[in-house]
């Protein structure tokens, strides 16, 4: 097991319940926090959590001039997933009539949503402005089920969802939307930010709070 976490938590993984309950399990354990800390000091690296505990990522120890080029990557990476992933937690609330966002293992049925947006004209056009979000939301087939499906899929990649029941298609949130919330909260308290999308975050010694 600490081979398995170790290569996934340096290929830039967040280890939750969702995602890999065992690893994650194993990874909550003292014995497995020391031998997975021990090696990654090793490297430069250190484990850390989310702000509710919710999944363990890997960061810097700490951040000099050869860090500086990864961490910028790594937060323009991050910034470019925030309009999408605020549209599709909307999505999300308005489809289900909820006022509480997602939370991680929060389960997401597929069926149902596609019902809202397919029956539902302000959601279907909620839908269709992933459109103009990028490349990524480009679809040939302009149905709700085509542009759903092509959504589902980035928030997968992107690793905010899990497919828990491929026949019930039904999915999970994963511990990295804990991530996402404390990024959020972030900038905000520091930025007085209320579009995360639009900024621009030079700030290294802020920024390594977060990476």
Request: net charge negative; aromatic share 10%.
């Amino acid at each position: 097991m600490f081979e398995q976490v170790a290569l996934r938590l340096l290929e830039g993984a967040f280890i939750c319940e969702s995602s890999s309950p065992e690893a994650f399990r194993w990874l909550s354990t003292e014995n497995a926090q020391e031998d997975i800390s021990e090696f990654l000091d090793k490297i430069g690296r250190c484990l850390a959590k989310t702000q509710n505990d919710q999944a363990y990522y890997v960061t810097w120890k700490r951040i000099g001039q050869n860090e500086r080029t990864e961490v910028k990557r790594i937060f323009a990476s991050i910034k470019q997933t925030f309009r999408p992933l605020i549209h599709f937690i909307t999505l999300c609330m308005e489809a289900e009539k909820k006022d509480i966002s997602p939370a991680p293992g929060d389960r997401l049925e597929y069926a149902m949503l596609l019902k809202a947006v397919t029956e539902n004209a302000h959601l279907l056009e909620v839908l269709r402005e992933f459109g103009m979000m990028g490349k990524e939301f480009t679809v040939t087939e302009a149905s709700a089920k085509g542009m759903l499906d092509k959504v589902i899929q980035q928030m997968e990649r992107w690793g905010y969802l899990v497919l828990v029941n491929r026949e019930q298609e039904s999915y999970r949130f994963t511990g990295k939307l804990d991530y996402y919330y404390q990024i959020i909260d972030f900038l905000m308290e520091n930025e007085g930010i209320t579009d995360p999308s639009s900024q621009e975050q030079e700030d290294m010694p802020e920024q390594r709070r977060l990476v």
